[in-house]
């Protein structure tokens, strides 16, 4: 059985993608600052925030233990928090960078470490729409966002000769309670600069997922795939 | 804490297995005076990437310790940690908790 690690599982696209991969038959770990909220004989939960290096290290030891390898990661936790660049507190700020980016990196740090053995492992970073579409209020997460871009590049050069694959994807808006706060005016105007003009739908993430981790996509890395038609 | 030898013994190991891993002809009977990376080691930058993560990895199962081998004072130091394996076993020594 192949073993996929998924951030943020408690609730929104986290959630969502542990439903589909455990349906698919796959070992599913996932981590959320709280408790499991998926109860399944194939899923195994760690309660952790993503940027505390000693729990991350936790987890990958645990997983090495129990399972010997990880084949997959789903790099899925992150917040945003829509303000004006004159109004945005540096806590907000720290806040925002430390779950996107070293959250981001210490998973793919530890992961890529259990990821060796197989000579064939998959991460899958979260970028947004936000980054190339340049949004108001969002300086804050579409910077962060766009840091996981860069690492997502150049992990793909570093993790190739351990036959791991890098990529990303940028989900347009979906209705999570990620952007819960955002004024509806504001998500129209979104929706319009985008070639397909709607909102996202777990579902296409979970199709440009799939693509990334098939087997047959081995020569896929470094790679940020839009939904919506945004480029 | 535990003694060099034994730590020394546990860099050997875990030399042992990533050599014949990577193919490595002069380290799968390696010593304490083996050469690792550097003038004359025989390891590239990947092969000890990746060494430095299994003996990281076998330090925390067999001592229960969590150490970062490549850290700013290996990176700055005027005698590299990795050129063999009695220097690798000093810089675990030097980073296991007391």
């Not at chain 1, 347009?172 to 709607?198: H, W």
């Not at chain 2, 535990?2 to 799968?28: C, G, T, W």
């Not at chain 2, 050469?35 to 990947?46: H, K, R």
Request: proline share 4%; charged share 20%.
């Amino acid at each position: 059985m192949k073993t996929i690690v998924i951030t943020g599982t408690r609730k929104g696209i986290g959630k969502s993608l542990a439903d589909h991969y455990l349906a698919e038959g796959w070992q599913v770990a996932g981590c959320s600052r709280g408790e499991s909220s998926i109860n399944h004989a194939n899923y195994r939960h760690f309660s952790l925030d993503v940027s505390d290096e000693v729990g991350v290290v936790g987890m990958a030891r645990a997983l090495k233990g129990d399972f010997g390898r990880v084949d997959a990661l789903l790099n899925n936790a992150g917040i945003a928090s829509m303000n004006h660049a004159l109004l945005m507190p540096a806590e907000t700020v720290n806040r925002i960078l430390s779950t996107n980016v070293t959250g981001t990196f210490l998973f793919c740090r530890e992961m890529a470490k259990l990821m060796r053995s197989s000579k064939a492992g998959r991460i899958v970073n979260f970028t947004t729409v936000a980054h190339p579409l340049n949004l108001e209020g969002e300086a804050i997460y579409a910077a962060s966002k766009a840091a996981v871009e860069s690492l997502t590049r150049i992990l793909a050069r570093e993790l190739a000769d351990l036959g791991t694959t890098v990529n990303a994807i940028g989900p347009t808006p979906i209705d999570t309670d990620l952007i819960r706060g955002v004024p509806e005016e504001k998500m129209n105007a979104l929706i319009q600069r985008q070639a397909i003009q709607r909102m996202g739908e777990v579902h296409d993430v979970i199709n440009a997922v799939d693509f990334y981790l098939r087997p047959e996509s081995n020569f896929i890395t470094g790679q940020v795939l839009y939904l919506g038609g945004v480029t | 804490m535990p003694a060099i030898p034994e730590i020394e013994a546990l860099v050997i190991e875990s030399v042992r297995m990533l050599a014949e891993d990577f193919e490595v002809e002069v380290l799968k009977k390696p010593n304490r005076e083996s050469l690792l990376y550097g003038e004359g080691g025989p390891l590239d930058s990947m092969a000890l990437v990746n060494l430095i993560a299994d003996v990281e990895e076998a330090v925390s199962e067999k001592f229960g310790a969590s150490i970062a081998l490549a850290d700013e004072r290996a990176m700055s130091a005027k005698k590299s940690p990795f050129r063999c394996v009695a220097s690798l076993s000093e810089a675990i020594a030097e980073r296991m908790p007391s």
